[in-house]
């Protein structure tokens, strides 16, 4: 079956770095757009982050605007986000997430999600 | 804050009818046809129950239903059940800058 599993969450100091990874599995990940998207504690969702399927274009909220960047390996069947200049705000559940089939604004599966605190 | 503007709670009694509104502006939910809403219980991941506006995805019941009007999408659930009690997300693509963007939530609560 489709399954989206996040992995490299963690407690990181202000200012610095972390890279999330989610492992695809169960469908042809080179064919669908990835998303990121985050829930702060207690808060409702936030888009983050959005890869095409091949790459070519990628998206992000202006809150993470130049400090994250998304990418793929389709060879390993991975997403990944890379966070820099990590800030407390950005504490919150991440989630991977995978298009719906045909569309680019849409999720239909989504991971289980890696928790991110940001804390000195 | 978010970029579109749901209310906090609504609620209903089982069998009635609620619908949640999702206003945004002529940049997103007015200006395409992208609009979709997201059902999430506590400690769960979100479900996607609308998207293109109207159109269910494959085994969400036709008791939920999506409009628009300008500026503003609406979330009609029909037929309250209890199972339905739970945060409610609109969210609409916005333009190749922005991308996409979600709502505040919206708690169901069924009375």
């Known amino acids: 079956q489709v399954q989206l599993v996040e992995s490299g969450g963690g407690v990181v100091q202000p200012g610095g770095s972390l890279r999330l990874s989610c492992a695809a599995s169960?469908?042809?990940?080179?064919?669908?757009?990835m998303h990121w998207v985050r829930q702060a504690p207690g808060k409702g969702l936030e888009w983050v982050a959005y890869?095409?399927?091949?790459?070519?274009?990628?998206y992000y909220a202006d809150s993470v605007k130049g400090r994250f960047i998304i990418s793929r390996d389709s060879s390993k069947n991975t997403l990944y986000l890379q966070m820099n200049s990590l800030r407390p705000e950005d504490t919150a559940v991440y989630y991977c997430?995978?298009?719906?089939?045909?569309?680019?604004?849409?999720?239909?599966?989504w991971g289980k999600g890696t928790t991110v605190t940001v804390s000195s | 804050q978010s970029a579109l503007t749901q209310p906090r709670s609504v609620s209903g009694s089982p069998g009635q009818s609620v619908t949640i509104s999702c206003t945004g502006t002529s940049s997103d939910v007015g200006g395409y046809h992208y609009v979709s809403w997201y059902q999430q219980h506590p400690g769960k991941v979100p479900k996607l129950m609308i998207y293109?506006?109207?159109k269910r995805p494959s085994g969400v019941p036709d008791r939920f239903s999506g409009s628009k009007s300008g500026n503003t999408a609406s979330l009609t659930i029909s037929g309250l059940q209890a199972e339905d009690e739970a945060d409610y997300y609109c969210?609409?693509?916005?333009?190749?800058?922005?991308?996409?963007?979600f709502g505040g939530g919206t708690k169901l609560t069924v009375l």
């Open positions: 890869i095409r399927n091949d790459g070519s274009n990628t």
């Open positions: 997430a995978k298009d719906l089939p045909g569309y680019s604004y849409y999720v239909d599966v």
């Open positions: 169960g469908f042809i990940f080179s064919v669908y757009g």
């Open positions: 293109d506006v109207t």
């Open positions: 969210c609409s693509y916005a333009g190749s800058y922005t991308f996409v963007v």
